[in-house]
């Protein structure tokens, strides 16, 4: 009974010493201190990597990932062990254009050509740009006095997205008897790239009425673009299995708010008007797109994500 007791109070003593064992051999503090910056990635990646490196399956090198996938940076800084302040970024533009050659019309007069001359041509471009930027910030509370820590806080996050497409043609529109007469049919349809369609026929502008053709000339927000605003209270755990390294894991419940922007198109169109006689002229038509609102878990990550278990890196 004594050898029991002793081996009891042995054990509780060896675990509370481990508890309390808050350097490494070298001497490192495996927590984070005052002034201490942090960053957090996907760990789900690693804890693959170490799952099958012990598995028949073999093991593929682990890949560095945002948290949830939505190219969001995560950082903290630490004003103190038990406070932190939070940081979250996303800024994204991309941009891209594509040229092409279109025939140029020429006026009935006009001598044939013969083989292997080249038609007249000219250039007509199509620039697609796109961007998005996410800002947040937030502060985290954290208890614990043991490697395993607990934490929780709340953020807040404003998000914008945006997009326009911008069509140029090098063959001018006429109308009437012009010669040459110039249709939406001589310019490049550029529908051949995924999700570009520019050219349209009779009745493709939406309420305008006698449209015989059109082509686009500006696009803004075809693709989408909102503005968004977004608060969240969240837990959490981590556990420093290295020092200032930390595998955790975190829930949030919040609400989001988000205005989708109006489409915006503008058209060089040509059709008949009540005369009636062939015209052309410049239609512009506007889409409202709504507005969401929601409350849920877990509205983090600019109105979107899912709790996230996550690998913490303090320097």
């Given at each position: 009974?004594?050898?029991?007791?002793?081996?009891?109070?042995?054990?509780?003593?060896?675990?509370?010493?481990?508890?309390?064992?808050?350097?490494?051999?070298?001497?490192?503090?495996?927590?984070?201190?005052?002034?201490?910056?942090?960053?957090?990635?996907?760990?789900?990646?690693?804890?693959?990597?170490?799952?099958?490196?012990?598995s028949n399956a073999g093991a593929s090198a682990p890949t560095w990932n945002h948290l949830n996938s939505n190219n969001t940076i995560i950082g903290k800084m630490y004003k103190d062990e038990k406070t932190a302040y939070r940081a979250i970024l996303r800024l994204g533009m991309t941009s891209k254009s594509w040229e092409a050659e279109t025939a140029k019309p020429m006026p009935s007069t006009t001598p044939a050509i013969g083989f292997p001359t080249k038609s007249e041509v000219v250039t007509d471009e199509l620039k697609s740009t796109s961007s998005f930027i996410g800002l947040g910030g937030g502060i985290e509370m954290r208890r614990g006095k043991t490697r395993l820590q607990g934490y929780y806080g709340g953020d807040a996050m404003f998000w914008m997205s945006g997009s326009k497409d911008k069509y140029t043609y090098g063959n001018a529109l006429t109308q009437g008897a012009a010669d040459p007469n110039v249709d939406v049919t001589d310019s490049h349809d550029w529908s051949s790239v995924t999700g570009y369609s520019n050219i349209g026929g009779a009745g493709s502008i939406p309420n305008i009425a006698g449209v015989t053709g059109s082509r686009i000339t500006e696009s803004k927000n075809r693709s989408g673009g909102v503005i968004g605003f977004g608060v969240r209270g969240f837990i959490g755990a981590e556990y420093f299995v290295l020092p200032k390294l930390s595998i955790?894991?975190?829930?949030?419940?919040?609400?989001?708010?988000?205005?989708?922007?109006?489409?915006?198109?503008?058209?060089?169109?040509?059709?008949?008007?009540?005369?009636?006689?062939?015209?052309?002229?410049?239609?512009?038509?506007?889409?409202?797109?709504?507005k969401t609102f929601t409350i849920d878990t877990d509205r983090n990550m600019f109105g979107t994500g899912t709790g996230s278990l996550r690998m913490n890196l303090h320097f």
């Open positions: 009974m004594k050898k029991s007791v002793l081996a009891l109070a042995m054990a509780f003593g060896v675990t509370g010493a481990f508890a309390q064992d808050l350097t490494s051999k070298k001497g490192e503090p495996y927590l984070p201190e005052a002034g201490d910056w942090s960053i957090g990635i996907d760990a789900t990646p690693f804890l693959n990597y170490a799952g099958q490196f012990f955790g894991a975190e829930f949030g419940w919040g609400l989001g708010i988000v205005a989708n922007k109006k489409t915006t198109i503008t058209y060089e169109a040509e059709g008949t008007n009540t005369t009636p006689a062939e015209a052309t002229s410049t239609i512009t038509t506007e889409t409202k797109n709504g």
